[in-house]
């Protein structure tokens, strides 16, 4: 336990290194990374283009924050509209992916006028009060959150008629401002919609003129086989939150995308973060970003993420193990009985890192650079992990 962090729960794991797919550890050893920083690192450790990208940025550049402007914010505003889907005109700049959250919430009320917000229970936001109370962890922490959510359960194959429903019927009733939801529903163990949920609440969205807001914090930049997880659905969204492999870890940074139409009519809400895309943040998104789209690492992320479930729904005969599921490499592994930390333990003194979900689920979410022998030799010691269990 950490004697002077004020931090929770995390592996007694001192990482002192990092380089692509791989970390080490204070004592030299190495393990096979199969989390990247939940959903962060998705172009690696330790890539040269970044690093030189921040090394050039900290000795040319100067930030200076307040009220003057910088042309890199508005070469990489330009290039996050660009490559999301929809038609994003603006973007604001944040700190992390709550404060994109929290943006979204406000701009969503300023633009609309109306207050309800409706999202999916039992998912991650962040734990800003207004992240906190879109998304599950209104749970944990000190109340009151902040009033006007209205949550809907997961949908799944059986019950996904009667969310949609109910979407619908409290849209009628005239308050709904946006529906604020992730893509796949990631830090709840990777839930993958119903094919035909998205297009059902996108389709509800526009008759009622009410804002389809993504949250592609952990989803978005190549995670789920697409360059954003919403292009899966065809979706068309009027807001997302970006933020994690926004800068693959090179920076702290998040950010909010709106509409033209969506920005006008929130116009004036007030919004300013001092370190929103400080300098090296920005030197390292642009960087980044501008690599993920050189190396088209959705691709890869489709075809080792597909070729990885195919061997991990081997698992599923195993008594333990309920379901195998992911989409890219956004991978879960669904468990029968409490057994995570013991899967974890043994994964990692065999060098591999892997997490669980607050719920107990296996979560995976390589760097999309993984290549097949490195995938094989992950997968390995994860089936050789459930042995004797
Ligand atoms: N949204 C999603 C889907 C997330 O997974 C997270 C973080 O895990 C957040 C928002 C919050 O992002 P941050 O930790 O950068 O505040």
């Not at 970044?50 to 330009?78: H, M, Q």
């Not at 163990?189 to 059902?200: H, R």
């Not at 995670?223 to 009027?238: I, T, V, Y």
Request: proline share 4%; hydrophobic share 40%.
């Amino acid at each position: 336990m950490f004697k002077y962090l004020a931090d929770y729960g995390s592996a007694p794991l001192y990482i002192k290194d990092g380089k692509g797919c791989y970390l080490y550890d204070s004592f030299g050893r190495k393990y096979i990374d199969f989390v990247a920083g939940w959903c962060v690192g998705n172009v690696g450790w330790k890539r040269k283009e970044i690093i030189e990208a921040i090394k050039k940025e900290a000795t040319e550049g100067v930030y200076i924050p307040a009220f003057l402007r910088s042309k890199k914010w508005e070469e990489l505003a330009n290039l996050l509209c660009k490559i999301a889907p929809g038609k994003m005109h603006r973007a604001f700049r944040c700190t992390s992916g709550s404060e994109a959250v929290d943006y979204a919430i406000r701009c969503a009320r300023a633009a609309t006028k109306k207050i309800t917000i409706v999202s999916i229970d039992d998912v991650y936001h962040g734990y800003t009060y207004g992240a906190a109370s879109v998304g599950d962890a209104y749970k944990r922490i000190t109340g009151p959150v902040v009033p006007g959510f209205v949550k809907l359960p997961i949908p799944n194959q059986n019950n996904y008629q009667q969310v949609i429903k109910r979407f619908e019927d409290l849209v009628k009733k005239g308050d709904v401002a946006a529906f604020l939801s992730e893509p796949v529903w990631s830090n709840a163990g990777v839930f993958i919609p119903p094919k035909e949920f998205y297009p059902a609440i996108q389709k509800i969205c526009r008759k009622y003129d009410v804002l389809l807001i993504m949250d592609e914090v952990a989803t978005g930049f190549g995670r789920c086989g697409k360059l954003f997880a919403s292009e899966l659905w065809n979706l068309k969204p009027d807001m997302m939150c970006l933020a994690k492999g926004l800068t693959g870890g090179y920076g702290a940074a998040g950010a909010l995308l709106t509409t033209e139409e969506v920005f006008q009519k929130a116009r004036g809400i007030p919004a300013y973060s001092t370190f929103g895309w400080a300098y090296i943040e920005t030197a390292a998104m642009l960087a980044n970003v501008k690599l993920i789209l050189k190396e088209k690492l959705w691709e890869n992320s489709e075809k080792i993420g597909g070729y990885m479930l195919e061997q991990l729904k081997e698992l599923e005969s195993h008594s333990k193990v309920k379901e195998a599921r992911g989409v890219g490499l956004l991978l879960g592994i669904e468990l029968r009985e409490p057994v995570a930390t013991k899967i974890l333990l043994k994964c990692g003194l065999r060098g591999l890192i892997i997490a669980d979900t607050d719920n107990g689920h296996l979560f995976l979410s390589p760097p999309l650079i993984l290549d097949k022998q490195t995938a094989n030799k992950g997968v390995a010691i994860i089936k050789k992990a459930f042995g004797g269990l």
